[in-house]
């Protein structure tokens, strides 16, 4: 039993983390522009 | 224009902040790939003053933090420069976050996170987790269920409690009911340490009906930022001459009667004007339909929305902006459109047969077997599984899902669509009646040929008109393709007159040629004189679009029948008409005989209008759907439901064809979900579902009409795609 309450514990706490994860994401505007992240991959990092 | 004027113009448009930073945000529409990205930040960033510059690509913006010694002007010429338009963005605009896709989104993410717990549990307990264990489970379920379906609901909520406040019912209200209905009763039973609780269900069910939600406002989010950024490109204000001869810029709104105003080549007329100065010609195409430009001078009233073509001229304002042509066509447009505000959709017109329904045979399904003597509890566990599987959780997905891929494809193809039941009504157009000029014609004049005089007098016709930059020369000079003359002279709203091996030759209207002017011909008519004889004259003609025969050809093998209404004069509409095959055209109509038109036309069954010109505006309004050309006047494009970006007319068959394979996939995936619901609510009325089929027969039927609804990427229109 008390290993089913860490395993419940651990769950919940991993699952409430990527909430809280996505929840920061959308906050400091990570999804303003998905379209131009996936492009600026192709640009060379050596930019002035 | 003078990098003076520029300043005063950019200033209006630059935020400072406190600490002398200041920022401006960049339209650039044109801006697509990673290139775009480089080219654009490098040419900033190489500039002295120039702290940051970053491109958002998904907004078509580049946002540039400068020093308050870097003069703005340079920013905007060093974009244009490196080959983007773009222009100034207003700093109230720029914040225009979407808070109920924000809303949505964390509603979507918050119920995922809930039933992927819940149904951990859940899983447990079907597995055969009993006793003690299987109550704490429920708790922890509930738990995590009860502030999910709280949070996560609001949207549900809000809309079944507007609706019911007006005495409506629509798809929320049964929507609302399961979830509150599942959450209680499964509080209860977990209060009970009974069997069956429905955690899982009601997250789950909370999460699809969310997707079907969020994809649906995205959907619409695109093609409004879309439209927007086309309205952005037009003219927010005008250069205004004061007495001393110096000019500022001045905002649209703040225009009032009796001010002087100069417009460059290129610019519209942002209100009601009279002319006070030099003539010139004005194109009048989008204000009223025709195609030739008119010449305007001194004492001319002109409307908002005409365009200025070859010279600067100046005006004076006869009317604010909030009495000007487009403002008066703007408030007869909302009238007008009463068709739109009384369509329901067909996602509600069928959860007003469904709801009272499913609500009834909940209701049976609890007195049942309660009358059978089977108590309350299990009356009530009944009853409430009838309300979950029957909630229309395939029925909230069926429709919007469909309309999402489609918009998906007729983006692909250049169309905007701005709203799903526009789709719907668009499926049962029987009638698409067309605007003539900048709609199926270019909106450009075009030399027809010469109308008389004896032998070949093009080339000397168009050495001449190579001096001018008035339209008609234009054509008349890219027809000819002569060198230009060395000793010619341009008479404002004349013509040209221009010496040849010592002859004067003359260029121009009848009066300044000397002609006579019967008034014929289907369009316009340029004289040429030599010695104050008239030797020759050219007519003009609108040109037709490359691809509007195809279009009309394509209409009436679709079955529906086609019109013109225009503006214009009867000959060029009759020639249009006839080079289409277009049986039916109407000419000189004023926009409300437009309206008129279009309702009658409606007598016989739904019709689609596509337009472009302020004119057609309120006719785009009445009309049951309408398209407008991506060139068309602001408030046209803001009644259209579509908008064809790439200009092309064969949008229009291919969206019809979309339309009615759209409805046909809407119509399956009711049926489809339909059926669901009258296999299994009998088994949950006779108390056989458990939360482990009201799971399985959930998902998979949301799955199945999501399944259904991807079949539209994958046809093709037979016949339509040859002619790409």
């Known amino acids: 039993m008390s290993g089913l309450i860490v395993l419940v514990v651990s769950a919940m706490g991993l699952g409430a983390l990527a909430l809280a994860g996505f929840f920061w994401a959308l906050r400091t505007g990570q999804y303003e522009d998905i379209e131009g992240a996936a492009q600026r991959i192709l640009l060379d990092d050596d930019m002035p | ?724």
């Not at chain 2, 009667?257 to 006070?276: I, Q």
């Open chain 2, 1 to 724: 224009m003078t990098a003076e004027a520029d300043d005063g113009d950019l200033l209006e448009y630059v935020a400072s902040g406190s600490d002398g930073a200041r920022r401006l945000h960049l339209a650039v529409p044109d801006a697509y790939c990673a290139t775009c990205i480089q080219t654009i930040e490098e040419a900033l960033a190489g500039l002295p003053g120039v702290c940051n510059a970053r491109v958002n690509l998904q907004r078509r913006r580049v946002q540039i933090d400068f020093e308050a010694d870097c003069d703005p002007a340079t920013l905007t010429d060093t974009v244009t420069r490196s080959g983007y338009r773009n222009h100034p963005i207003d700093p109230a605009d720029v914040d225009d976050k979407d808070p109920a896709l924000r809303e949505l989104v964390s509603a979507l993410v918050v119920s995922g996170f809930a039933s992927a717990h819940t149904m951990f549990f859940s899983e447990a307990i079907w597995s055969g987790v009993e006793g003690d264990t299987r109550t704490l489970f429920y708790w922890i379920s509930a738990l995590v269920a009860i502030p999910a379906v709280a949070y996560a609901g609001r949207p549900f909520f809000r809309s079944a409690l507007a609706a019911l406040r007006v005495g409506r019912a629509n798809m929320d209200v049964p929507i609302a009911i399961a979830l509150i209905a599942t959450t209680g009763i499964s509080v209860l039973e977990t209060r009970l340490a009974g069997q069956h609780a429905y955690f899982d269900a009601a997250t789950m069910l909370l999460f699809f009906l969310l997707i079907g939600r969020t994809l649906d406002h995205v959907m619409r989010g695109q093609a409004r930022n879309a439209a927007s950024n086309l309205a952005r490109l037009a003219p927010r204000g005008a250069q205004r001459a004061l007495a001393d001869g110096s000019l500022v810029f001045i905002r649209l709104e703040d225009i009032a009667p009796g001010m002087t105003l100069l417009l460059k080549p290129g610019d519209r007329l942002p209100v009601d004007c009279e002319v006070s100065g030099a003539a010139g010609a004005v194109d009048m195409a989008l204000v009223n339909g025709e195609a030739m430009p008119v010449e305007a001078s001194a004492g001319t009233q002109l409307p908002a929305g005409a365009l200025v073509l070859d010279r600067p001229i100046e005006v004076v304002a006869t009317r604010p902006a909030g009495d000007s042509f487009i403002a008066r066509t703007a408030a007869l447009m909302e009238a007008a459109e009463q068709v739109r505000t009384r369509y329901r959709g067909i996602a509600d017109r069928a959860s007003d047969l469904y709801a009272p329904l499913v609500h009834i045979a909940a209701l049976a399904t609890f007195i049942g077997w309660w009358v059978a003597g089977a108590g309350w509890h299990t009356a009530l566990l009944n009853a409430v599984a009838v309300l979950i599987v029957t909630c229309p959780c395939a029925l909230a997905l069926a429709v919007p899902i469909v309309h999402v891929v489609a918009a998906g494809r007729l983006f692909a193809r250049g169309i905007l669509m701005k709203d799903g039941a526009a789709l719907e009504r668009l499926a049962t157009v029987r009638h698409v009646a067309f605007d003539k000029t900048g709609t199926l014609t270019t909106g450009r004049p075009r030399l027809v040929g010469q109308v008389f005089g004896t032998g070949d007098w093009l080339p000397a016709a168009s050495a001449i008109a190579a001096a001018s930059n008035h339209p008609l020369a234009m054509a008349l000079a890219a027809a000819g393709r002569e060198p230009m003359l060395a000793d010619c002279r341009e008479i404002a709203g004349a013509g040209v007159e221009a010496r040849i091996d010592g002859q004067v030759w003359r260029l121009g209207n009848a009066r300044f040629c000397g002609a006579q002017d019967d008034g014929g011909g289907e369009g316009s008519r340029v004289w040429l004189a030599r010695e104050g004889e008239v030797v020759a004259a050219f007519d003009f003609g609108d040109d037709i679009r490359g691809d509007a025969a195809a279009t009309v050809a394509q209409l009436h093998g679709q079955g529906v029948s086609t019109s013109i209404l225009s503006g214009d004069r009867a000959g060029s509409v009759g020639r249009v008409a006839r080079e289409l095959g277009i049986a039916d055209a109407a000419h000189s109509l004023a926009p409300q005989d437009k309206v008129a038109a279009v309702e009658a036309l409606r007598q016989k069954g739904p019709v689609a209008m596509v337009g472009d010109g302020i004119n057609d505006a309120v006719a785009l309004g009445a009309a049951d759907v309408s398209f407008a050309p991506a060139a068309a006047a602001d408030v046209g494009r803001a009644a259209a439901d579509f908008v064809l970006i790439n200009d092309r007319l064969l949008g229009v068959p291919f969206a019809l064809w979309l339309a009615r394979k759209a409805d046909a996939l809407v119509r399956q995936n009711l049926t489809l979900s339909m059926a669901y619901n009258i296999v299994v609510l009998p088994l949950a009325a006779a108390g056989m579902v458990t939360p482990l089929i009201a799971a399985v027969a959930m998902s998979s039927s949301s799955i199945i009409v999501v399944v259904n609804a991807l079949r539209l990427r994958l046809q093709g229109p037979p016949g339509l795609e040859v002619l790409k």
